[in-house]
């Protein structure tokens, strides 16, 4: 299946799910997607990923926020879940393909299969992959039994996979035998987010450090679908003062707390700023201005350790 995204090249995006409001590693990645696609020519596209678990009025706010430090887009704003029938058309190429394989499993079985010594950490064993006819027939009506349908796997077409990263250089990764659609009949997230990188016509996918390692098996399933693979920029995370993640429970580093302790927007991008080396930018205008395409390329990989403020800037 070709896609008619391979018409159009040169588009950098930002794809957040609408979970909860963005702390300020969450912006500082917008703006630094948003200065990738900008500096290297590219228009910037928004897509709100709400396959997944959705907070009421998550969106919303997300939204203001980015205009509130001054990011634009091209375009309206995707929502994934006004294309499901797009994804099920590539679940139904994949099956056709032979591509994809039906699994049976469920998590206790994986977590229980998993701690084989020859399957890689938190891969699926490949307890399905190759049942018989029969088998599958016997295990379907199992299932069924218990109210309950297959979900759909991708057959990794190998083992591994390499992509480009513009921060990391060549990349080679495990390909897993990922989920394509959840056994409730929802696409999974790694398909619909490659699918719609090639209806956006995304050339250009920057994101956090986290999912470098999901980048081979969604570049794997993208050439399998006929769809461009994009060049990657993961960027470093922002991560609280004991080395997690940054979480809104690590203090104040929502925009709305900020405000709450006096902070103005432009405070908090000159934080954010300053976080990339840069002093007094007041927008991400400013920020992007500062970082031509051979800085972009030439940040460090090291996160942003953030400790949340309790009063106004000292800077």
Known sequence: ???????????????????????????????????????????????????DRVRSGSADRQIADLKAIGLNWDGTILVQTTRSAAHTQALDYLVEQGYAFECYCSRKDIKEAASAPHVPPGHYPGTCLNLTDTEREVRRRQLAELGRTPALRLRAPASE?????????SFTGPV??????????????????????????????????????????????ATLLGIAVPT????????????????KRDGAVTLADL?????????????????????????????????PIDSLRALPLDPWIVTPPTGLPAF
Request: aromatic share 10%; net charge negative.
């Open 259 to 291: 405000y709450e302790l006096g902070w103005t927007t432009e405070d908090a991008v000159e934080w954010i700023g300053r976080s990339l080396g840069i002093d007094g930018a007041r927008t991400a205008i400013d920020i992007a201005d500062a970082l």
């Open 1 to 51: 299946m070709t896609s008619g995204s391979l018409i159009q090249q040169g588009v950098g995006r930002f794809a957040p799910s609408p979970t909860g409001d963005f702390h300020v590693g969450n912006l500082r990645t917008a703006i630094l997607a948003w200065a990738w696609a900008r500096n290297s020519g590219r228009s910037f596209v928004l897509r709100m990923e709400d396959i």
């Open 232 to 247: 990657y920029v993961h960027v470093p995370l922002a991560l609280n003062e004991a080395g997690s993640r940054l979480a």
């Open 161 to 169: 996979w390499t992509v480009f990263d513009e921060l990391h250089g």
């Open 176 to 221: 897993d035998h990922f989920v394509l659609r959840r056994a409730d009949g929802v696409p999974a997230y790694n398909l619909a987010a490659v699918v719609d990188d090639g209806f956006q016509h995304v050339a250009q996918v920057v994101r956090g450090d986290d999912l470098l390692s999901q980048a081979p098996a969604q570049a794997a399933l």
